[in-house]
């Protein structure tokens, strides 16, 4: 039986779909991510001198109904990447997705809200703690911490005066990366024309315009209306002011301030 010209076509490339199928894919050997590597290509990136490492932590929260739980873990690990990057010698330790949110029960804060996560504080302190002890330990020089929520900041704060003093007569410090977060970008949206009570407090312009930018599956568009404290919606501004121009500003002004707080920071270490 002879094939037809189309049907002869139709059943190479379903032979060829299927063998592309079957081939991995290449090994990412260059990501910035150590969750991406070996452990065998950590220490070599070590040994070469990349000993600065980013410790991105995020949340799992309510923003509204019109930004999805992980907003702050997905910008997070984005900013923490390009920031390594921009530094050149530099890795990045895996998103710290669970942080304070408020008490469980009865709930307050965030955890009014379906989906949202909670911990203790003295519980992120110690992940934070045991976490740089940790990196520390595999030759690590310098350990910043990046917090893309105004919850983690004690926290950070806490755990970086904690390490440094005691680890005060070594080479190692804890850097709390205080210029990333929540940054210049609100004051500059503000300067654009946008009114404060606009840009909000929570998921408001900060957040959606990065989103725009970035992943717009994230952001539900038909959902995006003004909201004002203690009205049962969870976020405060006015998201549909944004735009991703205006997200694009912001996270560069973020991940370029870190970068050089980051790079100050390391200098103040070696002197």
Do not use: C
């Amino acid at each position: 039986m002879r094939l037809t010209r189309p049907l002869l076509f139709l059943v190479l490339s379903s032979l060829t779909s299927v063998m592309l199928a079957q081939v991995p894919p290449l090994p990412d050997t260059n990501s910035v991510f150590i969750e991406d590597l070996t452990w065998v290509e950590v220490r070599n990136a070590i040994d070469q001198g990349v000993t600065t490492i980013i410790v991105p932590t995020g949340g799992t929260e309510q923003n509204g109904p019109h930004i999805v739980l992980g907003k702050h873990n997905y910008l997070v690990k984005y900013k923490a990447g390009e920031i390594a990057r921009q530094l050149g010698n530099a890795l990045v330790a895996p998103v710290v997705a669970y942080v304070p949110e408020g008490e469980i029960d009865p709930p307050t804060s965030h955890m009014r809200f379906a989906g949202t996560l909670s911990i203790p504080q003295h519980v992120f302190v110690a992940v934070l703690e045991y976490t740089a002890r940790s990196l520390r330990q595999h030759g690590f020089l310098d350990i910043a911490f990046i917090g893309d929520s105004g919850g983690n900041q004690a926290g950070q704060r806490q755990v970086a005066e904690k390490l440094n003093q005691e680890w005060a007569a070594g080479n190692v410090r804890v850097h709390h990366i205080d210029d990333f977060y929540p940054g210049r970008g609100d004051d500059w949206v503000v300067s654009q024309g946008i009114s404060p009570e606009d840009v909000g407090g929570h998921a408001g312009t900060h957040d959606t315009a990065s989103l725009m930018y970035l992943n717009r599956s994230m952001l539900r568009f038909d959902q995006m209306q003004p909201g004002i404290a203690g009205d049962g919606q969870g976020h405060t501004g006015n998201p549909a002011v944004s735009t991703a121009q205006m997200g694009q500003q912001i996270l560069e002004m973020q991940i370029g301030d870190a970068v050089n707080q980051i790079s100050e920071d390391r200098v103040a270490r070696r002197r």
